[in-house]
């Protein structure tokens, strides 16, 4: 009997590894994403019915009752709690990717005394817990008078360290000899760092501009202790207390979470096909 060929038995393999993934990875999937269709799902059923036992999947009475009544209670002012954490959110994903960035860039593509030492250092304070910092944060912005203002939450934020080493990163595998032209043609190195490295940064500033809208649209811990007056403060802090307002009313807090959720959904859904790409890409130097 004639032994197959070396490449046959590599691509059996490599297929039953592939079916092996599927059998994990699609059940994993279904398990995961179950909660959120439950809650988008609740959101339009009744109270009586979502409190039905044994519990309905589908509704059964099909209404956006809860919708509307949250969207005409007078003490939910829906706009200004959107607005602050937009302006949150936009804001720190504008200026952490300029900072990042840049300062990726300048670690990975120029040479200079200590460049070693800073980075590692910099590295290092990944390790400390944010619970670390809240005390100190806080009373500099009190000295500040930045508590109780959006301020608060956009001027500490200027610095993400996992970003500066996510870009180093990437920026380690842009070509010297691309950077190096465009200095012969007499190019600035801001020019240089806005027309030629920002494009080849594309995939991560994709990926880390969502993950750092997601982490400032949902921050809930930082803002409750900044923000205490109702006014200013963001969606996942009075979805909370929209919740104990209506701790027996399920429906209600199923459509409030949907309301918050849906904004991370779409920015999701915008940069999805950059995320695997960029996250993939992380790390594949130096």
Not at 10 to 22: E, I, P, S, T, V
Not at 258 to 272: R, S
Request: no cysteine.
């Amino acid at each position: 009997m004639e032994a197959l060929p070396n490449n046959t038995h590599k691509k059996r393999r490599f297929r039953l590894g592939q079916y092996g993934a599927y059998l994990i990875l699609v059940p994993a999937s279904i398990i995961a994403v179950l909660p959120f269709i439950w809650m988008i799902l609740g959101s339009f059923k009744s109270g009586r019915e979502i409190r039905q036992v044994p519990p309905t999947f589908l509704p059964q009475d099909f209404t956006t009752e809860n919708y509307e009544t949250i969207f005409e209670d007078e003490s939910l002012t829906l706009g200004v709690f959107y607005r602050n954490s937009a302006i949150i959110a936009f804001a720190n994903v504008a200026q952490v990717l300029f900072t990042s960035s840049l300062f990726g860039y300048v670690f990975a593509k120029f040479e200079f005394k200590g460049k070693s030492i800073i980075f590692w250092f910099i590295m290092a304070t990944l390790i400390l817990p944010a619970q670390m910092t809240m005390i100190p944060g806080y009373l500099i912005l009190a000295k500040l008078k930045l508590l109780n203002k959006l301020w608060g939450l956009i001027i500490p934020a200027a610095l993400d360290v996992f970003g500066i080493f996510m870009f180093r990163q990437f920026a380690l595998s842009i070509p010297d000899e691309l950077l190096d032209a465009a200095r012969v043609d007499g190019a600035s190195e801001f020019r240089i760092y806005r027309t030629v490295v920002l494009p080849q940064l594309s995939p991560a500033l994709a990926t880390f501009g969502m993950l750092t809208f997601m982490y400032n649209w949902n921050a809930y811990l930082w803002p409750l202790i900044v923000l205490t007056e109702q006014r200013v403060r963001t969606l996942p802090i009075i979805l909370t207390w929209y919740s104990n307002q209506h701790a027996d009313q399920l429906h209600l807090t199923m459509a409030a979470s949907v309301l918050v959720v849906f904004p991370v959904l779409l920015v999701f859904m915008a940069t999805q096909r950059w995320i695997v790409r960029g996250i993939t890409l992380t790390g594949m130097k130096g």
